[in-house]
């Protein structure tokens, strides 16, 4: 399980995060929601050492990762997907990919069989630039470069955001199948209450770099969505 403990989190003398503690169920998907400006994604950049600064405990099945740097928690297995993708676009598929191979063990460090299974478009493409790609296959790249260092858990910071409606079902499929059929767990951060509702198994309600509520997923009640998602 990982488990996040009274963390707070900066960007410079900006404290952005203030006494976070979650327990994120291994093998579910946690949704974590909230408005624009939360903290979500600064909750995701903490869990991967991707701030200026944090204090509190990050543990990985007991073992302490708070003070670890990104590459060591990359290695424990834990793969974050950015908001926008961050693909070079002057990288080809293969390389994009392999950008993620460093934290696989050795000897594993190679577009892995599963990303052809699941993305049969990049596995036709590899040799096209990433930047020539469309806003899905974008997505769907980042996603196959998060899968490139064997995670265990992933980390997916608005993975349906900006992409054409046709496409977002596709994605949407590809995470569930990411978690009922590998066993992945997942922490989601979604716009979208209704994908957030039928994927979550929990969810982590966010407010002003706080949690102020978390809980099953059948325990989200509309008051709550009301209270901390309703503009
Ligand atoms: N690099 C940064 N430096 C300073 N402040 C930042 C930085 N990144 C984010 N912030 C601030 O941290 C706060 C939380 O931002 P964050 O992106 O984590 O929220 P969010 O809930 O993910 O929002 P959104 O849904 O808009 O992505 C905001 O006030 C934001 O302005």
Not at 18 to 29: K, L, N, S, W
């Amino acid at each position: 399980m990982l488990s996040v403990a009274n963390i707070d989190s900066y960007y410079a003398r900006s404290q952005i995060l203030h006494r976070v503690t979650a327990d994120i169920p291994t093998g579910e998907i946690t949704a974590v929601l909230g408005r624009n400006g939360v903290g979500k994604t600064t909750f995701l950049k903490t869990i991967m050492g991707l701030t200026d600064r944090m204090s509190g405990q990050i543990t990985l099945d007991g073992k302490p990762l708070g003070t670890e740097p990104t590459f060591r928690r990359a290695r424990a297995g834990i793969a974050y997907v950015p908001q926008g993708r961050e693909i070079v676009p002057d990288f080809t598929v293969r390389e994009n990919i392999l950008m993620g191979a460093f934290a696989a063990p050795p000897g594993e460090r190679e577009v892995p069989p599963l990303v052809g299974e699941l993305f049969p478009y990049l596995r036709d493409n590899m040799n096209r630039h990433g930047g020539l790609l469309s806003g899905g296959q974008q997505q769907q790249l980042a996603i196959a470069r998060a899968l490139a260092a064997k995670p265990s858990i992933l980390l997916l910071d608005e993975p349906t955001e900006g992409i054409q409606p046709n496409i977002v079902e596709e994605i949407e499929n590809i995470i569930i199948r990411l978690n009922k059929e590998l066993g992945l767990t997942i922490i989601l951060v979604e716009q979208n209450l209704e994908f957030a509702r039928r994927a979550g198994d929990n969810f982590v309600m966010m407010e002003k770099g706080r949690i102020v509520a978390s809980g099953r997923m059948s325990d989200l009640t509309d008051d709550l969505i009301h209270r901390h998602l309703a503009v």
